[in-house]
């Protein structure tokens, strides 16, 4: 496999650390049973292309008798898109779906007009004690798809194209690069990939998107001769052409895509382009009105007032 563009001289700063317009350290924050930290939003950086927010759970290990547990909650406005490294949590949703998900598998559910779920650790884990470690995204939907029904797609590990060679290996979670294409449908042009390289290799990242971010996930990479570890978000800038070189085992993902139609407000779990419509979002979980999830009969009330976050 010919990793186009990989050893090209590449004009301008390409090469330079000018490239990266923000480096974010996530803040971490304590759910009780485990720890997330949120790379997105951040006060530097409220969008990634259409990735409005991106969490990292875990590592964690859950002893004897404890777990996850995200009680019902609800979503408009976005795709939330759950991609573990470790462990396995329970979804359920108020379409009726009940699925686990393990590693390198794909859940992507689209909220859409509206759609309520749950998370957690699956009963015969809590039996044994287990681990957690993984990534939960929400995709903004474009204008036109805001108020599309809701949805739930569940993809196996094989079902997402793997390119690998020279010591690089690419899973394609949405979109297409290096001449693979994923199969899982967007509302608007973006990327996400899982990237592997071996100590030494070096995976080109093209300008094809105005936005594109890492996140680096374990190892240590090299971008112009400055060193990252694991747990930042490197957002980088428009039109430069940049190489990324694993100084040893490393992992990191890949995100991007055209910036949003439009400005985007976030009010707790709900995403949209008009903030009449998370009003009204509101009001609706407030009073009972959206569909429930079969078979779990808690529920996330509605805080009182959390801060909203506008993303121009």
């Not at 609800?74 to 329970?90: A, C, K, N, Q, R």
């Amino acid at each position: 496999m010919s990793w186009h563009g990989a050893d090209d001289p590449v004009p301008g700063n390409a090469f330079s650390c000018d490239a990266i317009r923000t480096l974010i350290v996530p803040r971490s924050r304590d759910l009780g049973s485990f720890a997330v930290r949120r790379a997105l939003p951040s006060t530097e950086c409220r969008m990634v292309g259409p990735f409005v927010f991106f969490d990292q759970m875990g590592p964690s290990e859950f002893v004897l008798g404890q777990g996850m547990d995200v009680r019902p909650h609800p979503h408009i406005g976005l795709s939330s898109v759950t991609y573990l490294f470790d462990g396995e949590i329970m979804h359920r949703d108020s379409l009726g779906t009940e699925l686990p998900i393990r590693p390198g598998e794909l859940n992507w559910m689209t909220a859409g007009r509206g759609i309520t779920h749950s998370e957690r650790t699956g009963s015969a884990l809590r039996q044994t004690g287990s681990r957690l470690f993984g990534l939960q995204s929400w995709v903004a939907l474009s204008a036109r798809d805001e108020e599309t029904a809701p949805a739930f797609e569940h993809y196996d590990a094989g079902a997402l194209p793997i390119v690998s060679g020279e010591g690089k290996t690419v899973r394609l979670i949405a979109g297409d690069a290096y001449g693979a294409r994923s199969p899982v449908r967007t509302s608007s042009p973006m990327v996400y990939a899982d990237v592997t390289l071996q100590a030494g290799s070096v995976l080109p990242l093209d300008a094809e998107y105005d936005e594109r971010a890492i996140y680096t996930v374990s190892g240590a990479i090299e971008i112009a001769g400055d060193g990252f570890g694991p747990g930042q978000l490197l957002v980088f800038r428009p039109g430069d052409r940049i190489s990324v070189r694993a100084t040893e085992d490393s992992r990191f993902m890949v995100l991007g895509g055209e910036p949003m139609d439009g400005p985007r407000h976030l009010w707790w779990n709900f995403v949209s382009s008009r903030p009449e419509r998370i009003a009204q979002a509101k009001e609706d979980w407030r009073q009972g009105r959206f569909d429930t999830v079969p078979n779990d009969a808690e529920f996330i009330p509605l805080p009182e007032d959390p801060p909203p976050v506008r993303y121009p």
